[in-house]
């Protein structure tokens, strides 16, 4: 059974620039959360999405974007990069109906320059 | 809204004693509590939560913690710690309804022979 997958591991960009970074979910999980860990922090939430529709939404900027499609993966989109939105991107997938359980993928490590 | 509060950034320790790692937490709702442990260049893994019911919670690799409402603390322990426990330990908080995780800026935990 495989576990949460994100892709690609490491991603280097320049300021200005656009990402996409990507989740697919455990087996069985219908919900996808993505989450920013910045160096030495602990991660903060970033959205939450459920049934292809963005449920709930921490305080990040709209350049910060997501989407769900039917398979249930997903994809974190960032435009107009920073150097403060490098950091490692965390996607945790949950089954709707078990609020408590959230698996985590490895991550991926954006670095903007 | 929650907040999550560990106390000690850094917890050195040698193998084979006993180790608490502090998490304090604020809401003014019904919460769910967690540990979870990044080891280097990894995600989360989650090594317990607390719902409801027995304020001790036993979890992964020989570590427990204990709810305590009144002084709302989570403190996680291990009576007795190895090498590979050395890792960074993150505290975390959800309201009862969205799956949303706040969590901690964590704890290192640095175990030394």
């Known amino acids: 059974d495989a576990g949460v997958t994100q892709s690609p591991t490491h991603l280097i960009k320049t300021r200005g620039q656009q990402v996409t970074l990507r989740c697919s979910p455990k087996?069985?999980?219908?919900?996808v959360s993505w989450y920013q860990q910045a160096l030495g922090q602990g991660p903060q939430f970033i959205f939450q999405y459920y049934e292809e529709e963005e449920r709930q939404r921490g305080n990040f900027p709209d350049r910060f974007s997501g989407h769900q499609f039917p398979n249930y993966s997903s994809e974190l989109n960032v435009n107009a990069l920073l150097l403060g939105d490098s950091a490692l991107y965390l996607c945790?997938?949950?089954?709707?109906?078990?609020?408590?359980?959230?698996?985590f993928g490895p991550g991926t490590r954006l670095t903007v320059t | 809204a929650q907040s999550v509060t560990q106390l000690d950034s850094q917890v050195p320790v040698f193998e084979e004693a006993p180790v608490e790692l502090r998490c304090n937490y604020s809401?003014?709702?019904?919460?769910?509590l967690f540990w979870y442990v990044q080891y280097p260049n990894q995600g989360l893994q989650l090594l317990l939560k607390?719902?409801?019911?027995?304020?001790l919670v036993k979890g992964i690799n020989g570590f427990e913690a204990e709810f305590n409402k009144s002084q709302t603390s989570f403190h996680l322990r291990k009576p007795s710690v190895h090498i590979s426990d050395t890792a960074e330990y993150f505290c975390a908080v959800s309201g009862t309804g969205f799956q949303k995780l706040v969590f901690g800026t964590g704890t290192r935990l640095l175990v030394s022979p």
């Open positions: 945790a997938s949950s089954l709707a109906g078990v609020k408590y359980e959230q698996y």
């Open positions: 809401s003014s709702v019904s919460v769910y």
């Open positions: 087996s069985g999980h219908d919900t």
């Open positions: 607390y719902l409801s019911g027995s304020t």
